[in-house]
Every structure is written in C-alpha cells, then in structure tokens.
C-alpha cells in the first residue's frame, strides 16, 4: 500500500467515530439546538465588537491601521504560543498513551503514515478551538478594511502552515522528550511543557509590556511610540509572518518572501518531524510502555492529608482521598499547576505594573475602575482554571464508574465530594489573587470585603457548572486528562461559566452605579455605602448559589439518568 | 435471594435483556450461560445496579432495587467482566477505597484486606499501583474489592479470565465456600467445564431469554439427551452451528 492510502485509512476510524458521535440519534437534536444557539450567541458578538473596535481604530490618523496589524500580530502570538502547549499535550496522547497503538505497531504499516496520520489527528484536536475563534476575528479584519473575497483563500493559505508549524513542533518535541527522559516519564514531559509554556507566557508579557500602553507618556515622544510600533516584533516568530502574510492580503498586496518562509518551514519541520519520527519512534514507544514510578511511598504529607480528613464520614473521606490521590499521581494533571503558579505571578505583576499610584483624580477613577476589571479577571482566570482541572474530573471516573454504580454511594455524594475537593485549592487560589491585586491596588475595606466574599462565590459557581458540563458532554476515551478540557463541552462550558460572569459583573457594576458616578471627574468622591455593597453582595449571592445548586442537581439528575442508558 | 421479574433492557430498538425472570437462591453457586452477546453481561449489569431496566424487577433479599438502590446494592459484590480500576491507586489504597464506599474503615478493613491479598499472593503488591499489575493480577484485585466489605451476594461476570490455575483453584473454593456459609453466588461463565464442576444449578440464556434453567439432572431431561455431556446440551438448546466448516474456512484462508 502507498503511504497515501495508509493514510487515509489510518484516518477512517477516526473520521467515522468523530462523525458517528456527532450524529448519534440520541444527542443529535440537542446538539444541533446547543450549537446553533452558540453559534448565534458567539460569533456575532465576537465579530461585531471587533468590526466596531477597528473601525475606531482605522479612523485614528497613522498609528490606526499599524495597531491593528499589530494587535492581529499579538494574537496571533498569544494562539501559537497556546497551539504549542496543546500539541505537545496532543502528541503524547496521539503518539505514545492512545490505546490503540499497540494493535497499530503489530501491523505492517509503513512508519511514516502514522506519523502522518498522527500529527494530523494531534493537528486538529489541538487547533480546532483556535479556528473556531479566529473565523469571526479575521472576519472582522476582512470587513474593516474591505478586502474581497481574495481574503478568504489568502487567510487559508496563512492559516494551514499557521497550524501546521506547531504540530510539526510539538510532535517532535515530545518524541525528543520522550527519547531523552527514560521510562514513561511523563511527569518530566509535562514539566519541560509546563517550562515551556513558562517561557511563552513570559515572552508574551514583555511583548505586550501593558504598562506602557496605559502610560504613553513613558514613551518620549509620539515619534517613538511609532517606532515602536512599526519594528516588526518578533522577526523570527511563524506568528508574525502569519500576520504579514494576512496584513498583506488586507492591503492588497502580499510578500512573496513572507509566504516563501511560512509554508517552507511548515514543509521543512513536517519533513524534519517524519525523519525524526523514523528514527526514533520505535525505541521512544518501547521507553513509553513502562510503567510510572512504582512503589508508593507514605510521606508526610499523605498522613497529615489523612489526619486532616478524619473528621468526615467515611464514604466522602475516601472519596475525596481518591480524587486527591489520583490527582497528583497523574502527572498530565498536576505537572500544569506550574502554569498556574506562573500565571499568578504574571497577572499580580501586571496590576502592579500599573501607573495607578500617581495620585491624580483620573488615576483614582481608573482605580476604581480596575478593581471592578480585577473582579472580572479574576474571575476568567478562575474559570479557565476550572475548566482544566474540574470538567475532566467526572470524565475521568470514565472506565471505573461501574465500581462507584455498584456501591451503596448516591450520585449527589460522588459529586459533592468532586465539588469540594475543587472548591477548596480554586477558592484558594482566587483569593490569594484577590488580596494581592487588592493589596497592590489600595482598595478601600468595604469594596475589598466584597470582592473577597464575591470571588469565593464566584469560583464555586465555577467549579459546580464545570462539574455539570463535564457530566453531560464526558470524554470517556481519553488517556490524557490536559486533553479533556478541548473538547466541545469544555468549550461550552468556558462560555457558560464567562456569560455568568459577565452576569454577575453588571450586577454589581448596577449595584454600584452612583458610586461610580461619583468618582468621575468633577464629582465629590465618596466611599461606597454598606447598603449598596450589601445589594451587589446579595445579587451575586443569588447568581452564584443559582449557579451552584442548578448545576450540581441537573449533574446529578443526568447521572441518575445515565443508568438507563 | 436474588428475583428477576420480567426483566427487560433494550438499547435502542434491539432487545438484549427480554423479558427474563429468574430466581437465585441462597448457598448455592448459580451459573449463567450462553452464547455470545446472549444477553449475560447486561443482565449482570442490572443486578449490579449499573443499569436500568427498562421495566421489570430486580429483587435481591426481599428489597427491591429500583425503590431501595442503596440498600440492595450495599449486600452486593460484583465484578465486570473488563477489570477497568483506578490506576493512580495502589492495590491497598483501591481496597480500602471499596470498603469506604460501603461505609466501612478502620482496623477490621485492614485485617480484611491483609487477608485478601495473602489469599492471592498479592501481599508484596499491596503498595504498588494498580497500572502496573498485570491483567490477572488486576482479577484478583478485583474480586478481592469485591470481597471486602462482606457482601451477602456474590455477582461475577467471567470469574477466571486471566487467572492461572493456582488462583482459578483458590476462586472455586472460595466461592464454594462462600455459598456453603450460607452466601449466594451468580457467576456468568462460557467454560463448560467450569459451569459443571463449580454450580449447583444453571440457566442457559439465549437472545435475552431463558432457554432452560435448573440443575444439571433438569438441564439433561430438557434437553432429552440422558447421556450427554454439557457442551452438547449447551450446542443443541442454544441451536448451534454443530456443521461448523472449519476446515474449508482455513482451506479458503490457504
Ligand atoms: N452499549 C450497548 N449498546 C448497544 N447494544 C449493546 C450494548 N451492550 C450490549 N449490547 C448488545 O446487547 C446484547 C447482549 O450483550 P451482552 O454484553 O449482555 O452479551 P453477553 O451475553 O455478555 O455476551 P458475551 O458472552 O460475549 O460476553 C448483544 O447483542 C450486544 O450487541
Ligand atoms: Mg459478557
């Protein structure tokens, strides 16, 4: 067989499955209605707050047009930055954890179609979300700066090696990891991903230096806030020359070298990556079957884990001592709390980068206004921090639920356990954040009590619709719990738990109205009343209990339901 | 002990489980046979309250299951016939997860599962995690969970898959020790050899029904066939393709 037809038939399943799935009789209605109304929702707002946001922008007189090539240009910074962690996350589930390898490695199938096969299947589950997002972006684009149709063959050609380069990236990436770290050292994988990611956070942070766009005046003159601007940023990044190539396609013309080096270097890391790949992947999946770490030893901190939890009854203790247990021997979970740590530090960091201190009526007005964005950050931060780490956990209990279904435990306890043990270190975690940011900011006591209860109530909404979202849209098929997170439900699930947010926001900035008011220029400041803090606390008690106790009752329902499927 | 009462299960439009009823007593091991996807595992499945029926009863000690799910399951041990565990737990750490599920810890759950795990040899295992174990060693794991908080039913879907014959010799004699301590044991199984020396009584299911049930003397008079061995039994009720053509399959394959 030629490797093309290897290909296509190494693909097959995964196609069918993919579309079975999607068309199955019982979810297809449901689908359909969740998606269409996503669609409807999404896109629009997406596409229609960028097309009015550039439009203002191209009206700015020079620096207009060039911040917006160069906002595409951050963008597109910031997705291949994340493309390369999910593809190293991809591939060692595609490539090395996928139960269906060994059956594939006895059968005579050329090395190469794998592995092209594979780093296609790494490609899109990896990518799809990214596309998903960019459509309405570049849609904008396109409309802003009236480019025709061309537009739309420009941006594929862009976008395929856009894509593709990580993959390749990625997949050689873990094949090396794999190779240089003996035995299924995942653990050491995920870490170096985890630095890896580190390191594209930190340069996406100097890149974008936020402090100096809120503060112009670091710059010296307008002169060299061009300068600034007009420098390409990162000459040697695919990023940047996606956004040329795309810019250039905006104006009409395009450079023939820039889409020479893009689609020549997707094309040379794919060949590099099959070379590699040929070498090396027969030894590298021998390394990869052996097993973790074996013995394990009782430390300290599982005693004092175990004094900690002896005042629960014995059904719950034991189940979150499992979830907990599981949790950090499973190092494609815990490895990304490193992330998570660089992640505080980066947003702490940036608030504090703030010129909010100088002590004018319009830094005081700006303070108020990103204690009330704190709020808001905060809260995506937790969210998107939940989604990882919450919605894979009723997925995970995938293949062992019969053991759960066939004990005297009910659904609500399994779930409740599951609530708590990811409220507890997320609510930790979003107030270590607060009182930082709150601390950096100088928020006056009463407005720092609220936000201090008001991120507490909002992580445990969080943690229980991703409970719930997790149970009804389950990636049961998974070996690799940082994959779950990019499926469609944990999509969903991002967009149910921002339109809370977003909910809970505008109460508050509703409750908080005149105060606000107040402090715009030429207003006598005032402090905020305890009346009006109490509403903007009662409402987004309301919301967030709302959200706690609808989502775990219809989780609960659906796993009663499930029984019977 | 355990009453099916025209338990029914469809998937979609196909009826695996049809109308079937069936009662297990106490100390006595009862096997469940029958050809493939005859519809075991799904009743297995419903007993162990995995499942749902779409109508009919399951009873296990007088309660039934749809009104008292945690009660009847609480008497119960089942194993799957797929030994899918928790893999980040050790051997030791699973066992006493179990036994927590049923509300049980302490000093008498140790003991119990020291015991368990001495019975398997899996002792020198205890604190190794459960990827590593090899697939018989995982059965033995599990039939151990299913042991250990002392349940009144035993519910075993393919006993002996991936045991050696030391331990496939200890799981007879446990069970049938078991059974003789007054406990009940159903046990779905395709090795006849085993159905005949290990039950007391069988019932042979075939497209979700019962064909015959009873002991094996009941099971020789249905099928009138006085002298004959189980598997001809087994092969003439279930309707089997006797006329198999192997060879000109293997002749077609060269
Ligand atoms: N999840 C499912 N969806 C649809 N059909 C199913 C499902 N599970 C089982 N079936 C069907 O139900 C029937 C009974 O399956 P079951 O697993 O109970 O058979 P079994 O007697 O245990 O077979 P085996 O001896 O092979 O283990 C089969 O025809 C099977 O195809
Ligand atoms: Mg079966």
Redesign the interface.
Same mark, same amino acid.
């Given at each position: 067989m030629s490797v093309v037809s290897e290909y296509r038939l190494l693909l097959r399943p995964k196609w069918l499955a993919a579309w079975r799935r999607a068309s199955s &009789?019982r979810s297809r209605l449901g689908r359909i209605v969740l998606l269409g109304a996503l669609g409807a929702a999404a896109w629009p707002v997406v596409y229609l707050t960028l097309v009015r946001f550039l439009a203002a922008l191209r009206q700015v007189e020079d620096i207009g047009p060039l911040l917006a090539s160069r906002l595409l240009a951050l963008g597109l910074l910031i997705f291949f930055g994340l493309l390369l962690l999910s593809n190293v996350i991809g591939a060692l589930s595609g490539f090395f954890l996928a139960r269906d390898l060994p059956a594939l490695r006895a059968t005579p199938v050329d090395g190469l179609s794998i592995y092209l096969a594979r780093l296609t299947e790494t490609l899109v589950s990896s990518s799809w979300m990214v596309l998903l997002i960019l459509i309405p972006v570049l849609a904008a684009y396109a409309r802003v700066f009236d480019a025709g149709v061309v537009f739309l063959p420009i941006s594929l050609g862009a976008l395929i090696p856009f894509l593709l380069i990580p993959a390749a990236l990625g997949s050689a990436f873990t094949l090396l990891l794999v190779r240089v770290f003996p035995a299924r050292r995942s653990r050491d994988i995920l870490l170096v991903a985890g630095l890896g990611g580190i390191a594209v956070l930190v340069l996406v942070l100097r890149v974008l230096r936020p402090e100096r766009l809120v503060n112009p005046e670091s710059y010296r003159n307008l002169v060299e806030f061009l300068e600034s601007l007009r420098g390409p940023s990162s000459p040697w990044l695919p990023s940047q020359w996606t956004a040329d190539a795309l810019v250039g396609g905006l104006e009409g013309g395009s450079d023939f070298l820039t889409w020479l080096l893009l689609w020549s270097t997707a094309a040379g890391l794919t060949t590099l990556g099959a070379a590699l790949h040929g070498r090396l992947y027969p030894t590298c999946f021998t390394r990869a079957q052996e097993?973790?770490?074996? *013995?394990? $030893?009782r430390s300290g901190g599982t005693a004092l884990l175990e004094r900690l939890l002896s005042r629960l &009854?014995? +059904?719950r *203790?034991?189940?979150v /001592?499992?979830d907990i $247990?599981?949790f950090f021997?499973?190092t494609t979970q815990w490895s990304q709390l490193i992330i998570l740590a660089v992640l505080v530090v980066v947003y702490v960091y940036n608030m504090s980068a703030l010129p909010l201190n100088a002590g004018t009526t319009i830094s005081r007005y700006l303070t108020t206004l990103v204690l009330f964005l704190n709020l808001a950050l905060t809260g995506f931060v937790v969210a998107a921090i939940a989604g990882r780490f919450v919605f894979p956990a009723f997925s995970l209990e995938g $293949?062992? /639920?019969? /053991? /759960? +279904? #066939? #004990?005297?435990?009910?659904a609500g306890e399994v779930l409740k356990s599951k609530f708590w043990t990811g409220l507890l270190p997320l609510g930790f975690l979003a107030l270590i954040l607060t009182v930082l940011t709150n601390l950096v900011l100088d928020v006056p006591p009463v407005l720092f009590g609220l936000s201090i209860v008001s991120i507490v109530l909002i992580t445990a909404s969080f943690t229980a619709q991703a409970l719930a979202w997790g149970v009804y849209f389950p990636v049961f098929e998974s070996e690799n719990a940082a994959q779950i997170p990019t499926s469609i439900g944990g999509l969903l699930y991002m967009l149910g738990a921002l339109a809370s947010l977003g909910l809970v926001v505008l109460c508050q900035g509703w409750a908080l109205r005149d105060y606000f008011i107040s402090g715009l220029p030429g207003r006598a400041p005032r402090s905020v009343a305890i009346s009006e803090a109490v509403v903007a606390l009662a409402l987004t008690f309301g919301l967030t209990m709302i959200g706690v106790f609808g989502s775990l009752w219809a989780a609960e329902a659906r796993i009663e339901s499930r $029984? #019977?499927g | 002990m355990i009453e099916l009462v025209s338990l029914t299960k469809r998937y979609g439009e196909f009826v695996a489980v049809d109308a079937l009823s069936l009662s297990v007593p106490e100390g006595r091991i009862t096997g469940l046979l029958g050809p493939n996807g005859a519809g075991k595992t799904t009743t297995l499945r419903m007993i162990a309250g995995i499942l749902e029926p779409d109508s009919g009863e399951v009873r296990i000690g007088g309660l039934d299951m749809a009104r008292e799910p945690l009660a009847t399951r609480s008497m119960l041990g089942f194993v799957p016939d797929r030994p899918f565990v928790y893999e980040k737990l050790t051997g030791g750490e699973l066992l006493r997860f179990t036994a927590g599920l049923h509300g049980m810890s302490g000093s008498v759950v140790e003991t119990r599962i020291d015991e368990l795990l001495e019975l398997w040899d899996l002792v020198s295992w205890k604190d190794q995690l459960v990827e590593s174990y090899s697939h018989g060693m995982r059965q033995k794991l599990i039939l151990s969970s299913a042991l250990v908080h002392a349940p009144r039913v035993l519910v075993i879907d393919e006993p002996m898959v991936g045991l050696d014959p030391r331990s496939a010799r200890i799981l007879k004699d446990l069970l049938r020790e078991f059974a003789d301590r007054g406990g009940t044991v159903l046990v779905s199984t395709h090795t006849l050899e085993l159905a005949e020396v290990l039950c007391d009584q069988m019932a042979i299911i075939d497209h979700g029904q019962i064909a015959v049930a009873g002991t094996m003397a009941d099971l020789r008079r249905a099928a009138e066939s006085s002298e004959a061995g189980l598997e001809q039994l087994f092969l003439r009720i279930t309707r089997g393709a006797t006329d198999l053509r192997i060879a000109s399959l293997l002749d077609a394959l060269g």
């Open positions: &009789a097993g973790d770490e074996q *013995r394990v $030893r &009854a014995v +059904r *203790r034991e189940l /001592l499992k $247990r599981t021997r499973d $293949r062992t /639920l019969w /053991l /759960l +279904r #066939s #004990s005297p435990v009910e $029984r #019977s | -």
